[in-house]
């Protein structure tokens, strides 16, 4: 099948779809929302369609007018420049609707469930970590989205070990799936007399939140461990074994929850994040089976891989995958120009995967 004939089925889908959600055909709510979604996927792709098809006959108009001797100087002179603009728009339309057309990442709807960790630095490190953490919340907050935080250890001094936080929205996984990685920090402290720079690092994870459907998580393989919540430094939250501790046998993948007083409700959260690691775990090997052949330099998931540094002395934020540098720390930090490095990002997996399918 060329490109053509695909535009074509396309089209004539999304009529297909305007015809069974106006007709009585359709009498199951769940098959009415599916009908709806699928329309509303394609329609941005056939809008595309009809505005380059529009551009290539206008194009095709404005060459016959250039080429007909029969007609006045002065019109095909019109016509020639009307081209030139035209043509012009061509490439950018084009490249558009091959965007739209990329395969999609069936998890980039979905919501998130993100992981900050303190890695390598002690309390600076995990000072950072809470920057980084409130970063997401702010910036998620920003696009409208429910920032849940479902755990967080803390130092007692406004630093983090770790916190989970569960993200839901609308294209949520889409915007923050590139952030999984190990992002550096290079500052001098509060406590350094000497004006030292330290550098320090914390880990960051994002995973789509899978729901039930997506991972079958069967009784016999989960191990339970139950025990008594401790707070920030040793503090009893409360005075009975509520925390609970779920390992995955197969995957031998583990998971703590004491923030709820109830183990109920700490078992529902802590099967949540399990779901999320699993399914995680399982998009990642795909992918690998996938790339055998190359490493994709953006969105491989690699938490060892050392992808951002913020340089507080310079205010700049580097992404080493994509060598973008902005000095907008501080904006970057209260995630208000996040955006800049999420879009490059996205701009760039779209380019590695057009180039892929145009070498197929």
Known sequence: ??????????????????????????TNPE????LSKEYAELTPVVECIEELRALQNEIADLGGIIADKHIDQDMRDLAEEEMFISRSRLPEIEKKLNILLLPKDLADEKNAILEVRAGTGGEEAALFAADLFRMYQRYSERHG??????????????GLKEGVAEISGKGVFARLKFESGVHRVQRIPDTESGGRIHTSAATVAVMPEAEEVDVVVEEKDLRIDTFRSQGAGGQHVNTTDSAIRITHLPTGI?????????????RAKAMKVLRARIYEAERVALAEERAKTRKNQVGTGDRSERIRT????QGRVTDHRIGLTLHKLD?????????????????????TLLAELSEK
Request: no cysteine.
């Open 31 to 34: 098959e009415f929302v599916s």
């Open 254 to 266: 583990v998971v703590s929850q004491q923030d709820e007083k109830s183990q109920h409700k700490n």
């Open 1 to 26: 099948m060329n490109l053509d004939e695909k535009l074509d089925n396309l089209v004539r889908r999304r009529e297909e779809l305007t015809q069974l959600m106006s007709g009585k055909n359709v």
């Open 331 to 351: 904006k970057i930090i209260e995630g208000g120009a996040l955006d800049e490095v999420v879009d490059a990002l996205t701009a760039d997996d779209q380019a």
């Open 145 to 158: 989205w429910k920032f849940e935080a479902m755990q967080l250890s803390d130092t007692g001094i406004g």
């Open 310 to 313: 913020y340089n507080f002395p």
